[in-house]
Every structure is written in structure tokens, then in C-alpha cells.
């Protein structure tokens, strides 16, 4: 099992954390974070507002963070070359600052002994890896949802969150096309803020060039959610909402309910996803597919 080190113990580090230990997939030794004290570490690892109470035992012991009894090296370095990931046995390091996000800067890493580097940001020059799409090649960043950010003035953003949907600009769509390059020209998208504090979903209006009859798509997406996508993309026929899905690990479950098919041709297909824990869990699974080929 890989032995893995994060760097930047924010939401995102720490779900992958969460992650890593439901799954058993890879093995976290080290956490590297200069603006968290050990205390509070282990005080935010424990209680979660949205995703709930961390499922075993977390405390702080000789400088360290023993979860489950399992010891945690915890490094409080500003910079990644002066990280000392081969002093803990990390030999991937997930990079989930935000801030180094280019390949010149997480790649400073390696000097500290990493061997690959994960970054879960958007990146301007790293390419683009989604578990269950394009995974095929190893790569040095996956983040299936972040590659573009809106550009200019957002107003609207910084009106009321809690009264309001806020329409906004999304990157899905550009990541969608740098994943899938045959769909760049064909896809666009646009996103809308609303006031609950987890879960998304997609919104798909498709014009279908070959007819397709709506029961034959349903099937289509349930036989590859427990063949080829399963663990990644989910199904369901059942009358579900937003908090339904909340820290569910797949990437996507398919509504079958939510769909609309106005003709053969036009279809309107809904998936929802934990974009957070979703996320995380792939983090973990690009991982242990990455520490399979090496």
C-alpha cells in the first residue's frame, strides 16, 4: 500500500483524509501544515459541520497525531522543498494548499522525497486526470470539477447567500472538454448558487444526433454503474434530495426520476454528487491506481 503525505489539512485535506481511512486504500503518514496547530488538528479532524463526527479516535501525542491508534508524522513547513516527506515514508504527497498549484511549484516536493505529486486545485500548465474517464495515463493533477475559474467582476457573487440563487460562471465544462477532448466545442455550462451547505448536481440537456429512447439511456448508465464506473458512478430510482447524497463517495448518481426525455432526439438527464467527498475519494483512488502500474 502506498504511502501518502498532504499537504494543506484545509476541507480538502482532510476528506481525503476521511477517505483514505473508509477505504483502506492507501496509507496517510504525514500532514504537513504551517498555519494549524496540532490541537486544532485534531479538533477539526474530529468534528465536521457538514460531513459529521470523524468515526474513531483522534488526539495529539509527542508532537503527532495518532488516529485509530495509528501515529501521524505532522510537519508545520511553509515551503515544500523543506518538508521532509522521506523522513515519514510518503512517497505521493496530495497537494491541497491551493497554492502550489503549477508543476514547477508542487514539484518542489520532490525535493523533499516524494515521488509523484497530486494537486487538487486548479492548475494553469499540469494536465488533467478524472478516475473512471481518462485514468489510463498517470498523471500529476485530477480535479474533475476545478480546471477553469470565472474571470472579471462578479458582482452578484457577494450579494446574500442565504436569500438568494446566484447564477455564476462554472469550469466544469472546460474541464469537461480537456478530459474529453471531442466535446469541447459541443459543451458549455453555467452554475447556480443556492443556500444549502453540501451537495450539487448536474443539469444535462442533451440533442441527441442518433434517437435514444429514455428507457434504453437509464440502462445504459445502471449497467455501467455496476460494471466499468462502479464505486464512481452511482444509480437510483428512488425520490431523493440534496442531503440524501451528502459525503457519499461517487462521483455521480444518475436520477432517474429527475430526467425528462421531450422526444428521442432531447433528453434532459440529472446527476447529483457530493462534490467534496466525492472528490476526495477519487483523490485516493487515482492514488492506489497510480501506486498499481508503478
Known sequence: MVKVGVNGFGPIGRLVYRAAFNSGKVDIVAINDPFIDLNYMVYMLQYDSTHGKFKSTVKAENGKLVISGKVITVFQERDPPNIKWSDAGAKYVVESTGVFTTMEKAGAHLKGGAKRVIISAPSADAPMFVMGVNHDNLCHHCHPENCGWPSGKLWRDGRGAAQNIIPASTGTAKAVGKVIPELKVNLTGMAFRVPTPNVSFVDVTCCL????????????????????????????????VSCDFNSDSHSSTFDTGAGIDLNDNFVKLISWYDKEFGYSNRVVDLMAYMASKE
Request: avoid cysteine.
Open 209 to 240: 444526433e442518433k434517437p435514444a429512447k429514455y428507457e434504453d439511456i437509464k440502462k445504459v448508465v445502471k449497467q455501467a454503474s455496476e460494471g466499468p464506473l462502479k464505486g464512481i458512478l452511482s444509480y437510483t430510482e428512488d425520490q431523493v
